[in-house]
């Protein structure tokens, strides 16, 4: 019930984690306000657009979160994993600076005997190292693996610019872009092309936060995912503005012996924070 309510207040709507919970609305209508009735308070406000918690809602949001994560760390405590050998754990520097810290501090706190060692690329980068030999867990684009992901789901790159950026449809389209190799490019140009856009680079980079930099700046449009959208200095390009529509990415996290407690503790551990994240929740997943 206590991670039944985290997550309708996470994502706030009751549709969304009645789906993600893989139960029926009106089930998990029914057991928030069992849960209301047993507090003999309300927690959540109903709203046209979902649902928001009341001031003792978010008080009680705040016990059950940290009541989640003691019993998380009661479970791997009284486990009998073994920890001997650190996770490699490769992630793409896009998705690193957003979801993912979420899911190592939570790994780190339930598992403090378990060592891992992180390695934050681009994602053809991960991809060459995981061929290699050298990962344990690899969260990327599916594009740059050749096998199968333990799990997929698509992600949404926005046209962004700056706060007051206005692109004129008649003049070339500035546009601020990582270094190659990198999908993204590849397919921005390719999108960019096929609506007969005319564009000039004016900024490459392998850094995430050297690509912000140059949109709040105004040196021109990149892809972002919306958690790299900073809203108080950028902004979602509309395709008024003669740009093509968000382009569709598929990401996958890839698990190598999954047999191994260890890794398999980790891999939990990413999923779990996924799955709670708008990074995954916003396109849903299979």
């Not at 998990?28 to 069992?34: C, E, N, T």
């Not at 378990?114 to 060459?128: C, E, M, P, Q």
């Not at 960019?192 to 040196?219: F, H, K, M, P």
């Not at 968000?246 to 891999?267: D, F, H, K, S």
Request: glycine content about 8%; some cysteine; proline content about 5%.
């Amino acid at each position: 019930m206590l991670r039944a309510y985290v997550l309708v207040c996470r994502l706030g709507s009751l549709s969304r984690a009645a789906e993600q919970a893989g139960r029926a609305q009106s089930a998990l209508s029914m057991q928030m306000r069992r849960l209301e009735d047993v507090l003999g308070k309300r927690l959540l406000h109903r709203t046209g657009r979902g649902v928001i918690p009341t001031a003792e809602g978010e008080l009680f949001l705040s016990f059950a979160t940290r009541l989640l994560l003691l019993g998380e760390e009661a479970v791997a405590r009284l486990g009998d994993c073994c920890a001997s050998d650190p996770v490699r754990i490769g992630l793409a520097e896009e998705i690193a600076i957003g979801t993912l810290p979420e899911a190592l501090g939570r790994l780190r706190r339930a598992r403090p005997d378990l060592t891992f060692v992180v390695v934050v690329d681009h994602s053809i980068a991960i991809a060459d190292r995981w061929r290699e030999g050298d990962l344990d867990l690899a969260i990327a684009t599916c594009s740059s693996f050749a096998g199968d992901a333990a799990e997929t789901w698509d992600v949404e790159l926005l046209w962004v610019g700056g706060i007051d950026s206005d692109p004129a449809p008649a003049r070339p389209l500035d546009i601020i872009v990582y270094a190659e190799p990198c999908l993204w490019r590849r397919r921005m140009v390719e999108a960019l092309a096929d609506c007969g856009r005319d564009y000039r680079v004016t900024l490459t980079s392998q850094s995430i936060a050297a690509i912000q930099a140059g949109v709040e700046n105004g040196l021109g449009v990149a892809l972002m995912m919306a958690e790299c959208v900073r809203p108080e200095t950028m902004r979602a390009i509309p395709a008024s503005a003669g740009l093509p529509a968000p382009l569709i990415v598929q990401y996958g996290l890839y698990v190598r012996g999954r047999a191994n407690p260890a890794i398999g503790a980790a891999m939990d551990h990413f999923l779990a924070s996924l799955r709670r994240s708008a990074f995954m929740a916003r396109r849903g997943h299979p």
